[in-house]
């Protein structure tokens, strides 16, 4: 959210964060083996892991393939992803394909684009992979506790050309809500979390692990991937003294830039891609801190060795090649006006009636798209878009939250904030809306289907905040 600076932090959520144990080194992920168009499984299946390191319990997760995150999938771009996703749980799944522009019956949504996984079943994903970027998976059933107990994994689609670095890495930042013996705590689909911010938890992890410390190379440059996996929270990162350059957002090249005030902010479900030089003193410390709420805390060091890489910054090219995606034409687009207003303390919804407000709350509806909050699985289109036009959707935030909206099967440009352009137009395929705030997205819907958008603090999902847009 452009907005939410250091000097706008949100309310709440951070009591005691990631205070649960002694710092442990951030393992590195799992790192899949290059294959590229290679047939793999993907077994959904109960794991009990060291999350919180040595001094902890180990934690009784649901996972990818036994680890956590689940598996780097990595493969060039163009090539065609294969897999087999086997359901170990005790009840349905499916995978979902985060900002992926696929074919709609691969997209993973149950009841809407395929059957739910069930138990000791399985279902074979194939499509092909147009973009390169940092995309990652994850269920879309029952999403708030699949997801919450951490099924999860990157998805990296690679350039051809990449641009150059020393060294790539990839965080999946999630925040946990955990009991003080190291388990997830059971309240899922609690009235408090659904009607307010989201399941804001108390443990913050980077790839499974509480973080420590990340060793660097002074001088040396790096590529870092960001992924914000959690159910609900923001991450508003400061990296200090480093300054780094955004060049790709929810897997999308941008034109690289500093971000606003130097603070990477990524609501649940978004991507960013970072170009950070280690410009560190050797043996000096940098503390990564997060500033979304009013608590800021400390995220993660990087810790510089003794001998540099290199005594300044390379001026090696940072832009990415572009993706082929369909430049909206303005000239022809069609305009919606979208209204998300709904959950507490956001006044003036429902027509400002409290009795029809708490009716409908009782009832699980807390948040309304157009004034229809959606439940169950396969909601009638909300808007039926002609294959091949240009869509508009001017949305506004009339409630007391931030949304991060996700638009599934495409990606969008962010047009303006509040009446202003945004620089650099960014294609996404999830943009934070700050409370009160319009923003503005165009696209071309270019891929038949019925698609999800929907809010993806995926307690607000699950409590009405989707819609299904028809491209046909
Ligand atoms: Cu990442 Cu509809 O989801
Ligand atoms: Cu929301």
């Known amino acids: 959210m452009a907005h939410l600076t250091r000097r706008q932090a949100l309310a709440g959520g951070s009591a005691a964060l990631a205070g649960l144990a002694a710092p442990a080194l951030i393992a590195a992920p799992a790192r899949a083996a290059a294959a590229s168009s290679a047939p793999r499984v993907l077994s959904i299946t109960p794991a009990t892991l060291p999350m919180l390191g040595p001094d902890w319990p180990e934690t009784r997760l649901w996972t990818y393939g ?82 919450g107990r951490g099924l999860y994994g990157a998805l990296i689609v690679e350039e051809d050309a990449p641009i150059r670095v020393d060294r790539e890495l990839v965080w999946m ?68 003294k480093l300054a780094p350059v955004v060049i790709a957002l929810d897997g999308q090249p941008v034109t690289p830039h500093e971000p606003e005030d130097g603070v ?38 990087l810790a510089a060795g003794d001998t540099p890489l290199r005594a300044a910054p390379p001026d090696w090219d940072m832009a990415l090649p572009p993706n082929p995606l369909p430049e909206p034409n303005m000239d022809a687009a069609e305009r919606h006006e979208i209204v998300f207003n709904g959950g507490m303390m956001g006044g003036g919804m429902m027509g400002g009636d409290p009795n029809a407000m708490m009716a409908e709350m009782r009832q699980g509806r807390m948040w309304f798209i157009n004034g229809k909050a959606a439940m169950g699985h396969n909601p009638e289109p909300a808007l039926t878009f002609a294959l ?85």
Not at 71 to 83: D, F, I, K, S
Not at 88 to 111: E, S
Not at 130 to 143: E, K, L, N, R, V
Not at 182 to 202: C, K, P, W
């Open 264 to 301: 990477v902010v990524l609501g649940p479900a978004m991507r960013a891609d970072l170009v950070l030089d280690a410009s560190l003193a050797p043996g000096a410390r940098q503390v990564v801190r997060d500033l979304a709420y009013r608590d800021a805390f400390e995220v993660v060091t």
């Open 388 to 472: 091949g036009s240009t869509q508009v959707l001017a949305m506004e935030n009339a409630t007391a939250f931030p949304h991060p909206i996700h638009l599934h099967g495409h990606s969008f440009r962010v047009q303006t904030r509040d009446g202003q352009p945004v620089p650099h137009r960014p294609w996404q395929d999830t943009v934070l809306i700050a409370p009160r705030e319009r923003v503005e997205i165009a696209f071309v819907a270019d891929n038949p289907g019925d698609w999800m958008f929907h809010c993806h603090v995926l307690e607000h999902q699950e409590a009405g905040m989707k819609a299904v847009l028809r491209v046909t």
């Open 66 to 147: 036994g680890s956590l995150p689940g598996p780097e999938l990595r493969l060039p771009q163009g090539a065609r992803l294969q897999v087999t996703a086997r359901n170990g749980l005790d009840r349905p799944t499916t995978v979902h394909w985060h900002g992926i522009r696929l074919p709609n019956a691969m997209d993973g949504v149950p009841h809407l684009t395929q059957p739910p996984i069930a138990p000791g079943e399985s279902f074979d994903y194939a499509f092909d992979l147009p973009d390169a970027g940092t995309y990652w998976y994850h269920p879309h059933f029952d999403s708030s506790e699949q997801v």
């Open 173 to 240: 930042l999630d925040d946990w809500r955990l009991t003080r013996e190291g388990q997830i705590a059971e309240d899922f689909g609690n009235f408090h979390d659904a009607s307010h911010g989201g399941r804001l938890g108390n443990t913050v992890t980077i790839n499974g692990r509480l973080p420590g410390e990340v060793a660097l190379r002074p001088g040396e440059r790096l590529r870092l991937r960001l992924v914000n996996t959690a159910n609900a929270r923001i991450f508003a990162l400061d990296f200090g």
